[in-house]
Nanobody, 122 residues
């Protein structure tokens, strides 16, 4: 199983970006999918997740600004990021969960993509 996150880039503070996570095989259809990020010099942190039933969870730092969705038929997850801040600058990773429901711990996820860089300028 391979995951590929795309859509990163440079954006000004207050702007928006859409990230896409494509899964090479439909092993994700019954599992949660999540987004994490890692800023330079910091540990990987949870951004949000979407469970098999479509319910979502978000980190407090992005709640109300980021939105996760998925297309199960395509095996694709999306991360819509609005009102971006310089502190959102990081490499963003998508992951497929071990089970239909997953939380914010990296150990809840089985497969990881290589990440896409998001840079927010002030």
């Amino acid at each position: 199983v391979q995951l590929q996150a795309s859509g990163g880039g440079l954006v000004q503070a207050g702007g928006s970006l859409n990230l896409t996570c494509a899964v090479s095989r439909r092993t994700s259809s019954n599992n949660a999918m999540g987004w994490f990020r890692q800023a330079p010099g910091k540990e990987r942190e949870f951004v949000g997740s979407i469970n098999w039933g479509g319910s979502t969870n978000y980190a407090d730092s992005v709640k109300g600004r980021f939105h996760i969705s998925r297309d199960i038929a395509k095996g694709t997850a999306y991360l819509r990021m609005n009102s971006l801040k310089p502190e959102d600058t990081a490499v963003y990773y998508c992951a497929v969960g071990l089970r239909p429901y997953a939380g914010g711990k990296p150990l809840d996820y089985r497969y990881w993509g290589q990440g896409t860089l998001v840079t927010v300028s002030s």
